[in-house]
Every structure is written in structure tokens, then in C-alpha cells.
């Protein structure tokens, strides 16, 4: 496949940063230290996004807060996948009308995959006075020309361009974390599973080249980073568009094989992409790649998989997960699941049933279908009503529940070498090296180290342990 993907260049970075410095010098007029506060909603992507938009925003000297109130810049990145995230999307943009009326100057921005959507950027542009910018995911890398923009000029900014998308190189980061980092290493989708709209947001499938992956990922290694995410939509299909392609198998033995005491993990993966070499590599690499894999299968019947264009059936998905066992037989498998997709009958959903007692999960991500607009399946026939549905989704939930609680279980008793990562109300956290949470008591100290702990209980949630 030929590369169409836009690079921009070192000089469009540049010129982005000339931006925060401007915005830099409005700001130096200001009584206080301004503050942002960036508020994420979706997936690990969004996260990574939202790094960077920190970055670009302590560039323009902008210090950070979590409270709306004292805010003098919101940024809302948002999350189109299900009509929930929208909802509490909206509901929190519509509440800010209050901090906005208490502070009259504060600027409130909307980014992320709702506002690439043409029907949310109308409703916002029409209902939602309160936002000042609007852009959307091809925008981003140029979020500092706008913010400058919208300063400039006191007028409501909105960018919204359609385009297949760009890879941008070189954006400051700011990390939230200092154990756990997230590194993308593609962007967008070209699999339109009819009922997903990442495809129409986020653009066609486009790799960074390995060099500038394998770099951030040996900077993060020699800041001391020890849970290393490669992020992608498919993550399987990487490199298929380089101008010397590379597969994601070779990409991670790379990876590996970078010095320095860390995990790697990487998500998501599409089934049809899975491949023998990258269980292969896996499994050559037990020290450096973490064994857990999620493999969203999101239905268990050929027909729904078909209507849902998904490209693989019950069967071939059984075969990867029996092929990744052989592999590597201490993996633990993650998945996601859509619950009603349009037509489903209810002796299809029981093939969804069958198939997690035939694979066992560790952990499911339940989802209840929600018609997005513009794809394929929001114009599907959808006859079973939200109460049938809801029921279904129980009993699996509650089904799954009890496997995972089932698999916890079988951890106590072991001695696991776990990466401390932090601590909430409850403790220290720890995650195995397939990513199960371990609740365990300690100093902080302990925190982004690899310890031996023994698991002593467990629940559906998590496992408990101690220090070995
Ligand atoms: N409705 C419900 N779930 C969805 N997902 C994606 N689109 C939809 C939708 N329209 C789920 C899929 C995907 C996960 C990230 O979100 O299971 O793997
Ligand atoms: Fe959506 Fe399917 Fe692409 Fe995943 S692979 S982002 S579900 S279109």
C-alpha cells in the first residue's frame, strides 16, 4: 500500500510552538499563574491526546488544576463511541455555563472524536455557546495556532477538516504518570466494523515510523517508565502502510530488546490481524513482553460477526485464542463484547454465552449496543427492545463475573512479581505481569518497583497480597 499519510514536519511543530510562545506572552499579562484543567473521557488514545495537549499547554505557560472553578481554560477531549459518553460529555459542557457566568474569561475548548462529528459540532456551535474552540482529532497538532486564534480575535473558533490524516512528530508531552506510559504507534482505523465510528473520526489507518517509536520508547525506558503501552485501533495491521513495511511482530522484537527493566503491552488487536509470528514473539520475549493479550471478539455468532463486517467467525477467533495458548499458555485474555447489536436474536446471544465459557476470559469489557450516526448499523432493523437487551447484558456480566472471579481465584497461593504502580484510598496497587490489579499494603517507596508479592485473596475485581 502506498503511504498517503501527511507528515508534519519538524517546521509545522516549530511554527506551533512560535504560537504557544504567543499565547505565552498574553498570558505573562495576567494577575496569577493560569491554570488548565483537561478533562478526558474514552480510551487510552485519548489519554495519550491529552498528553500532548498538556504539553502545548505548559508551553503557553499554563499550570494545571482539576477544578472547573478556579479554571481559566477547560479542554474537554471527548469520546464518541457510545451515545453514554456523549451524554455525560454534553451534561458536563452544559454545566460549565455556570463556572463560565462566575468567570467570564475563562475559555472553554471541546476536542476529541465528538467534535469531528458534523451533527455534535452543529448542536455545540448552536446550543452550546460556552464553547470557544472546537476541533477535532486531525486538528489537534494545530491546537496552539487556534487557542492563539480564538485569543486574538474574541471570535468562537471551530475546526473540523475532513481529511484521511496526518501523523505529527515531535509535540511536547506532559505525562500524567510517572510509571506507566502510553505510546501510540498508529493512528486511525480502515476496518468500518458497521457499527463503530473511530473510522470517521479518527481517520484511515496510518503508522509512525519505527525509528520514532523504538526512540520514545528507549527515552521513557531511560526515564525510568516500567509499563510501556503501544497504543493503535489494530495495532496487528501496523506498518502495512510504510514505505519499507514493517509488521507489528518486528516492530515489539524491537521493542524488546531495548535495554532497561520494563513491560511492554500493547493494544488493541483485531483478531483478523493476530498472527502466529506476534504469539511467536510473545513468547520469545517473556521477560520484556507482557503475557496478556486483548482480543476483542465482540459477538458469538458467524451472522452477527458478518453483519457487524468483522471478517473472521466464531471458529477462526477460537483458533487464535487455542494458537496464543500454545504460545504462550500463562497469557491472560481480555476481550470486548457488544450486547444487542441490531437484529441479534436471542439464540445468537447465547452463542456469545457459549463462547466465553469456551475461552474463559480473565476480564470482559460489556457493551450495550448504541446506534452512532453514520455508520452502517444505525440503519439496521433493531426489533429487541432496551429491556430484553439490559437483560441480556446482566446475565452476561454476571456469567463473566464469576469466571474472572473463578481465575482470580486460582492466583492465591502463588508468589507473583508484580510492578508496584501507585496507591488510591484503599492502598498501594500492583499489576501482575498480566495486567490484574493486586491490592497490597506498603510504603510508598515500593512504588514503580517490580516486588515478588504473595497473593493471599481475591474477589471479581482484583487480588490481595503481600510483599513476599
Ligand atoms: N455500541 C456499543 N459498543 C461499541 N463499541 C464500539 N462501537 C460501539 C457501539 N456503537 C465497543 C466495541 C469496541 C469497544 C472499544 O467499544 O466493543 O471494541
Ligand atoms: Fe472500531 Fe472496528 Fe476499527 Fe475497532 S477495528 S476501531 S471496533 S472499526
Known sequence: MKRETTQIGPAQIAAQMDYCMKVHAMNAGMDHTPLAMVDTYGCQQNEADSERLRGYLSEMGYGFTDDEHEADLVLVNTCAIREHAEQ?????????????????????????????EEHVAKKVK????????????????????????FRATGKRVFERTE??????EGIPVVRQDGVKAWVSIMYGCNNFCTYCIVPYVRGRERSRKPEDILAEIR??????????TLLGQNVNSYGKDLDEPMDFA???????????EFLLRFMTSH???ASQ??????????EKIAPCFHLPFQAGSDRVLKAMNRVYDRAGYLDKVRRLRAAVPDAVITSDVIVGFPGETPEEFEETMTLIEEVRFDALFTFIYSPRVGTPAASLPDPMSREEKLKEFQRLVERQDQISEEKHAAYIGRTVRCLVDGKDEKGLTARTPGNRLVRLTGGESLIGRFVPIHITGANKWSLF????
Not at 96 to 116: D, E, F, S, W, Y
Not at 128 to 147: N, T
Not at 219 to 228: F, N, Q, T, V
Open 163 to 168: 481529511e484521511p490524516g496526518s501523523i505529527a
Open 277 to 286: 509470528k506476534l504469539f511467536d514473539t510473545m513468547a520469545a520475549w517473556p
Open 271 to 273: 483478531p483478523k490481524d
Open 250 to 260: 518486528d516492530l515489539l522484537a524491537r521493542a524488546a530488546q531495548i535495554p532497561g
Open 219 to 228: 527515552g521513557l525506558a531511560e526515564e525510568g517508565y516500567k509499563d510501556i
Open 465 to 468: 497480597g503481600e510483599q513476599a
Open 126 to 149: 448552536e446550543s452550546y455557546r460556552q464553547v470557544d474552540l472546537l476541533f477535532g482529532p486531525h486538528a489537534l497538532w494545530r491546537f496552539p495556532e487556534l487557542l492563539w486564534r
Open 88 to 116: 455525560r460529555v454534553l451534561g458536563n459542557v452544559g454545566a460549565l455555563t455556570h463556572t463560565k457566568r462566575a468567570n467570564p474569561n475563562q475559555i472553554v475548548c471541546l476536542c476529541g472524536c465528538m467534535a469531528q
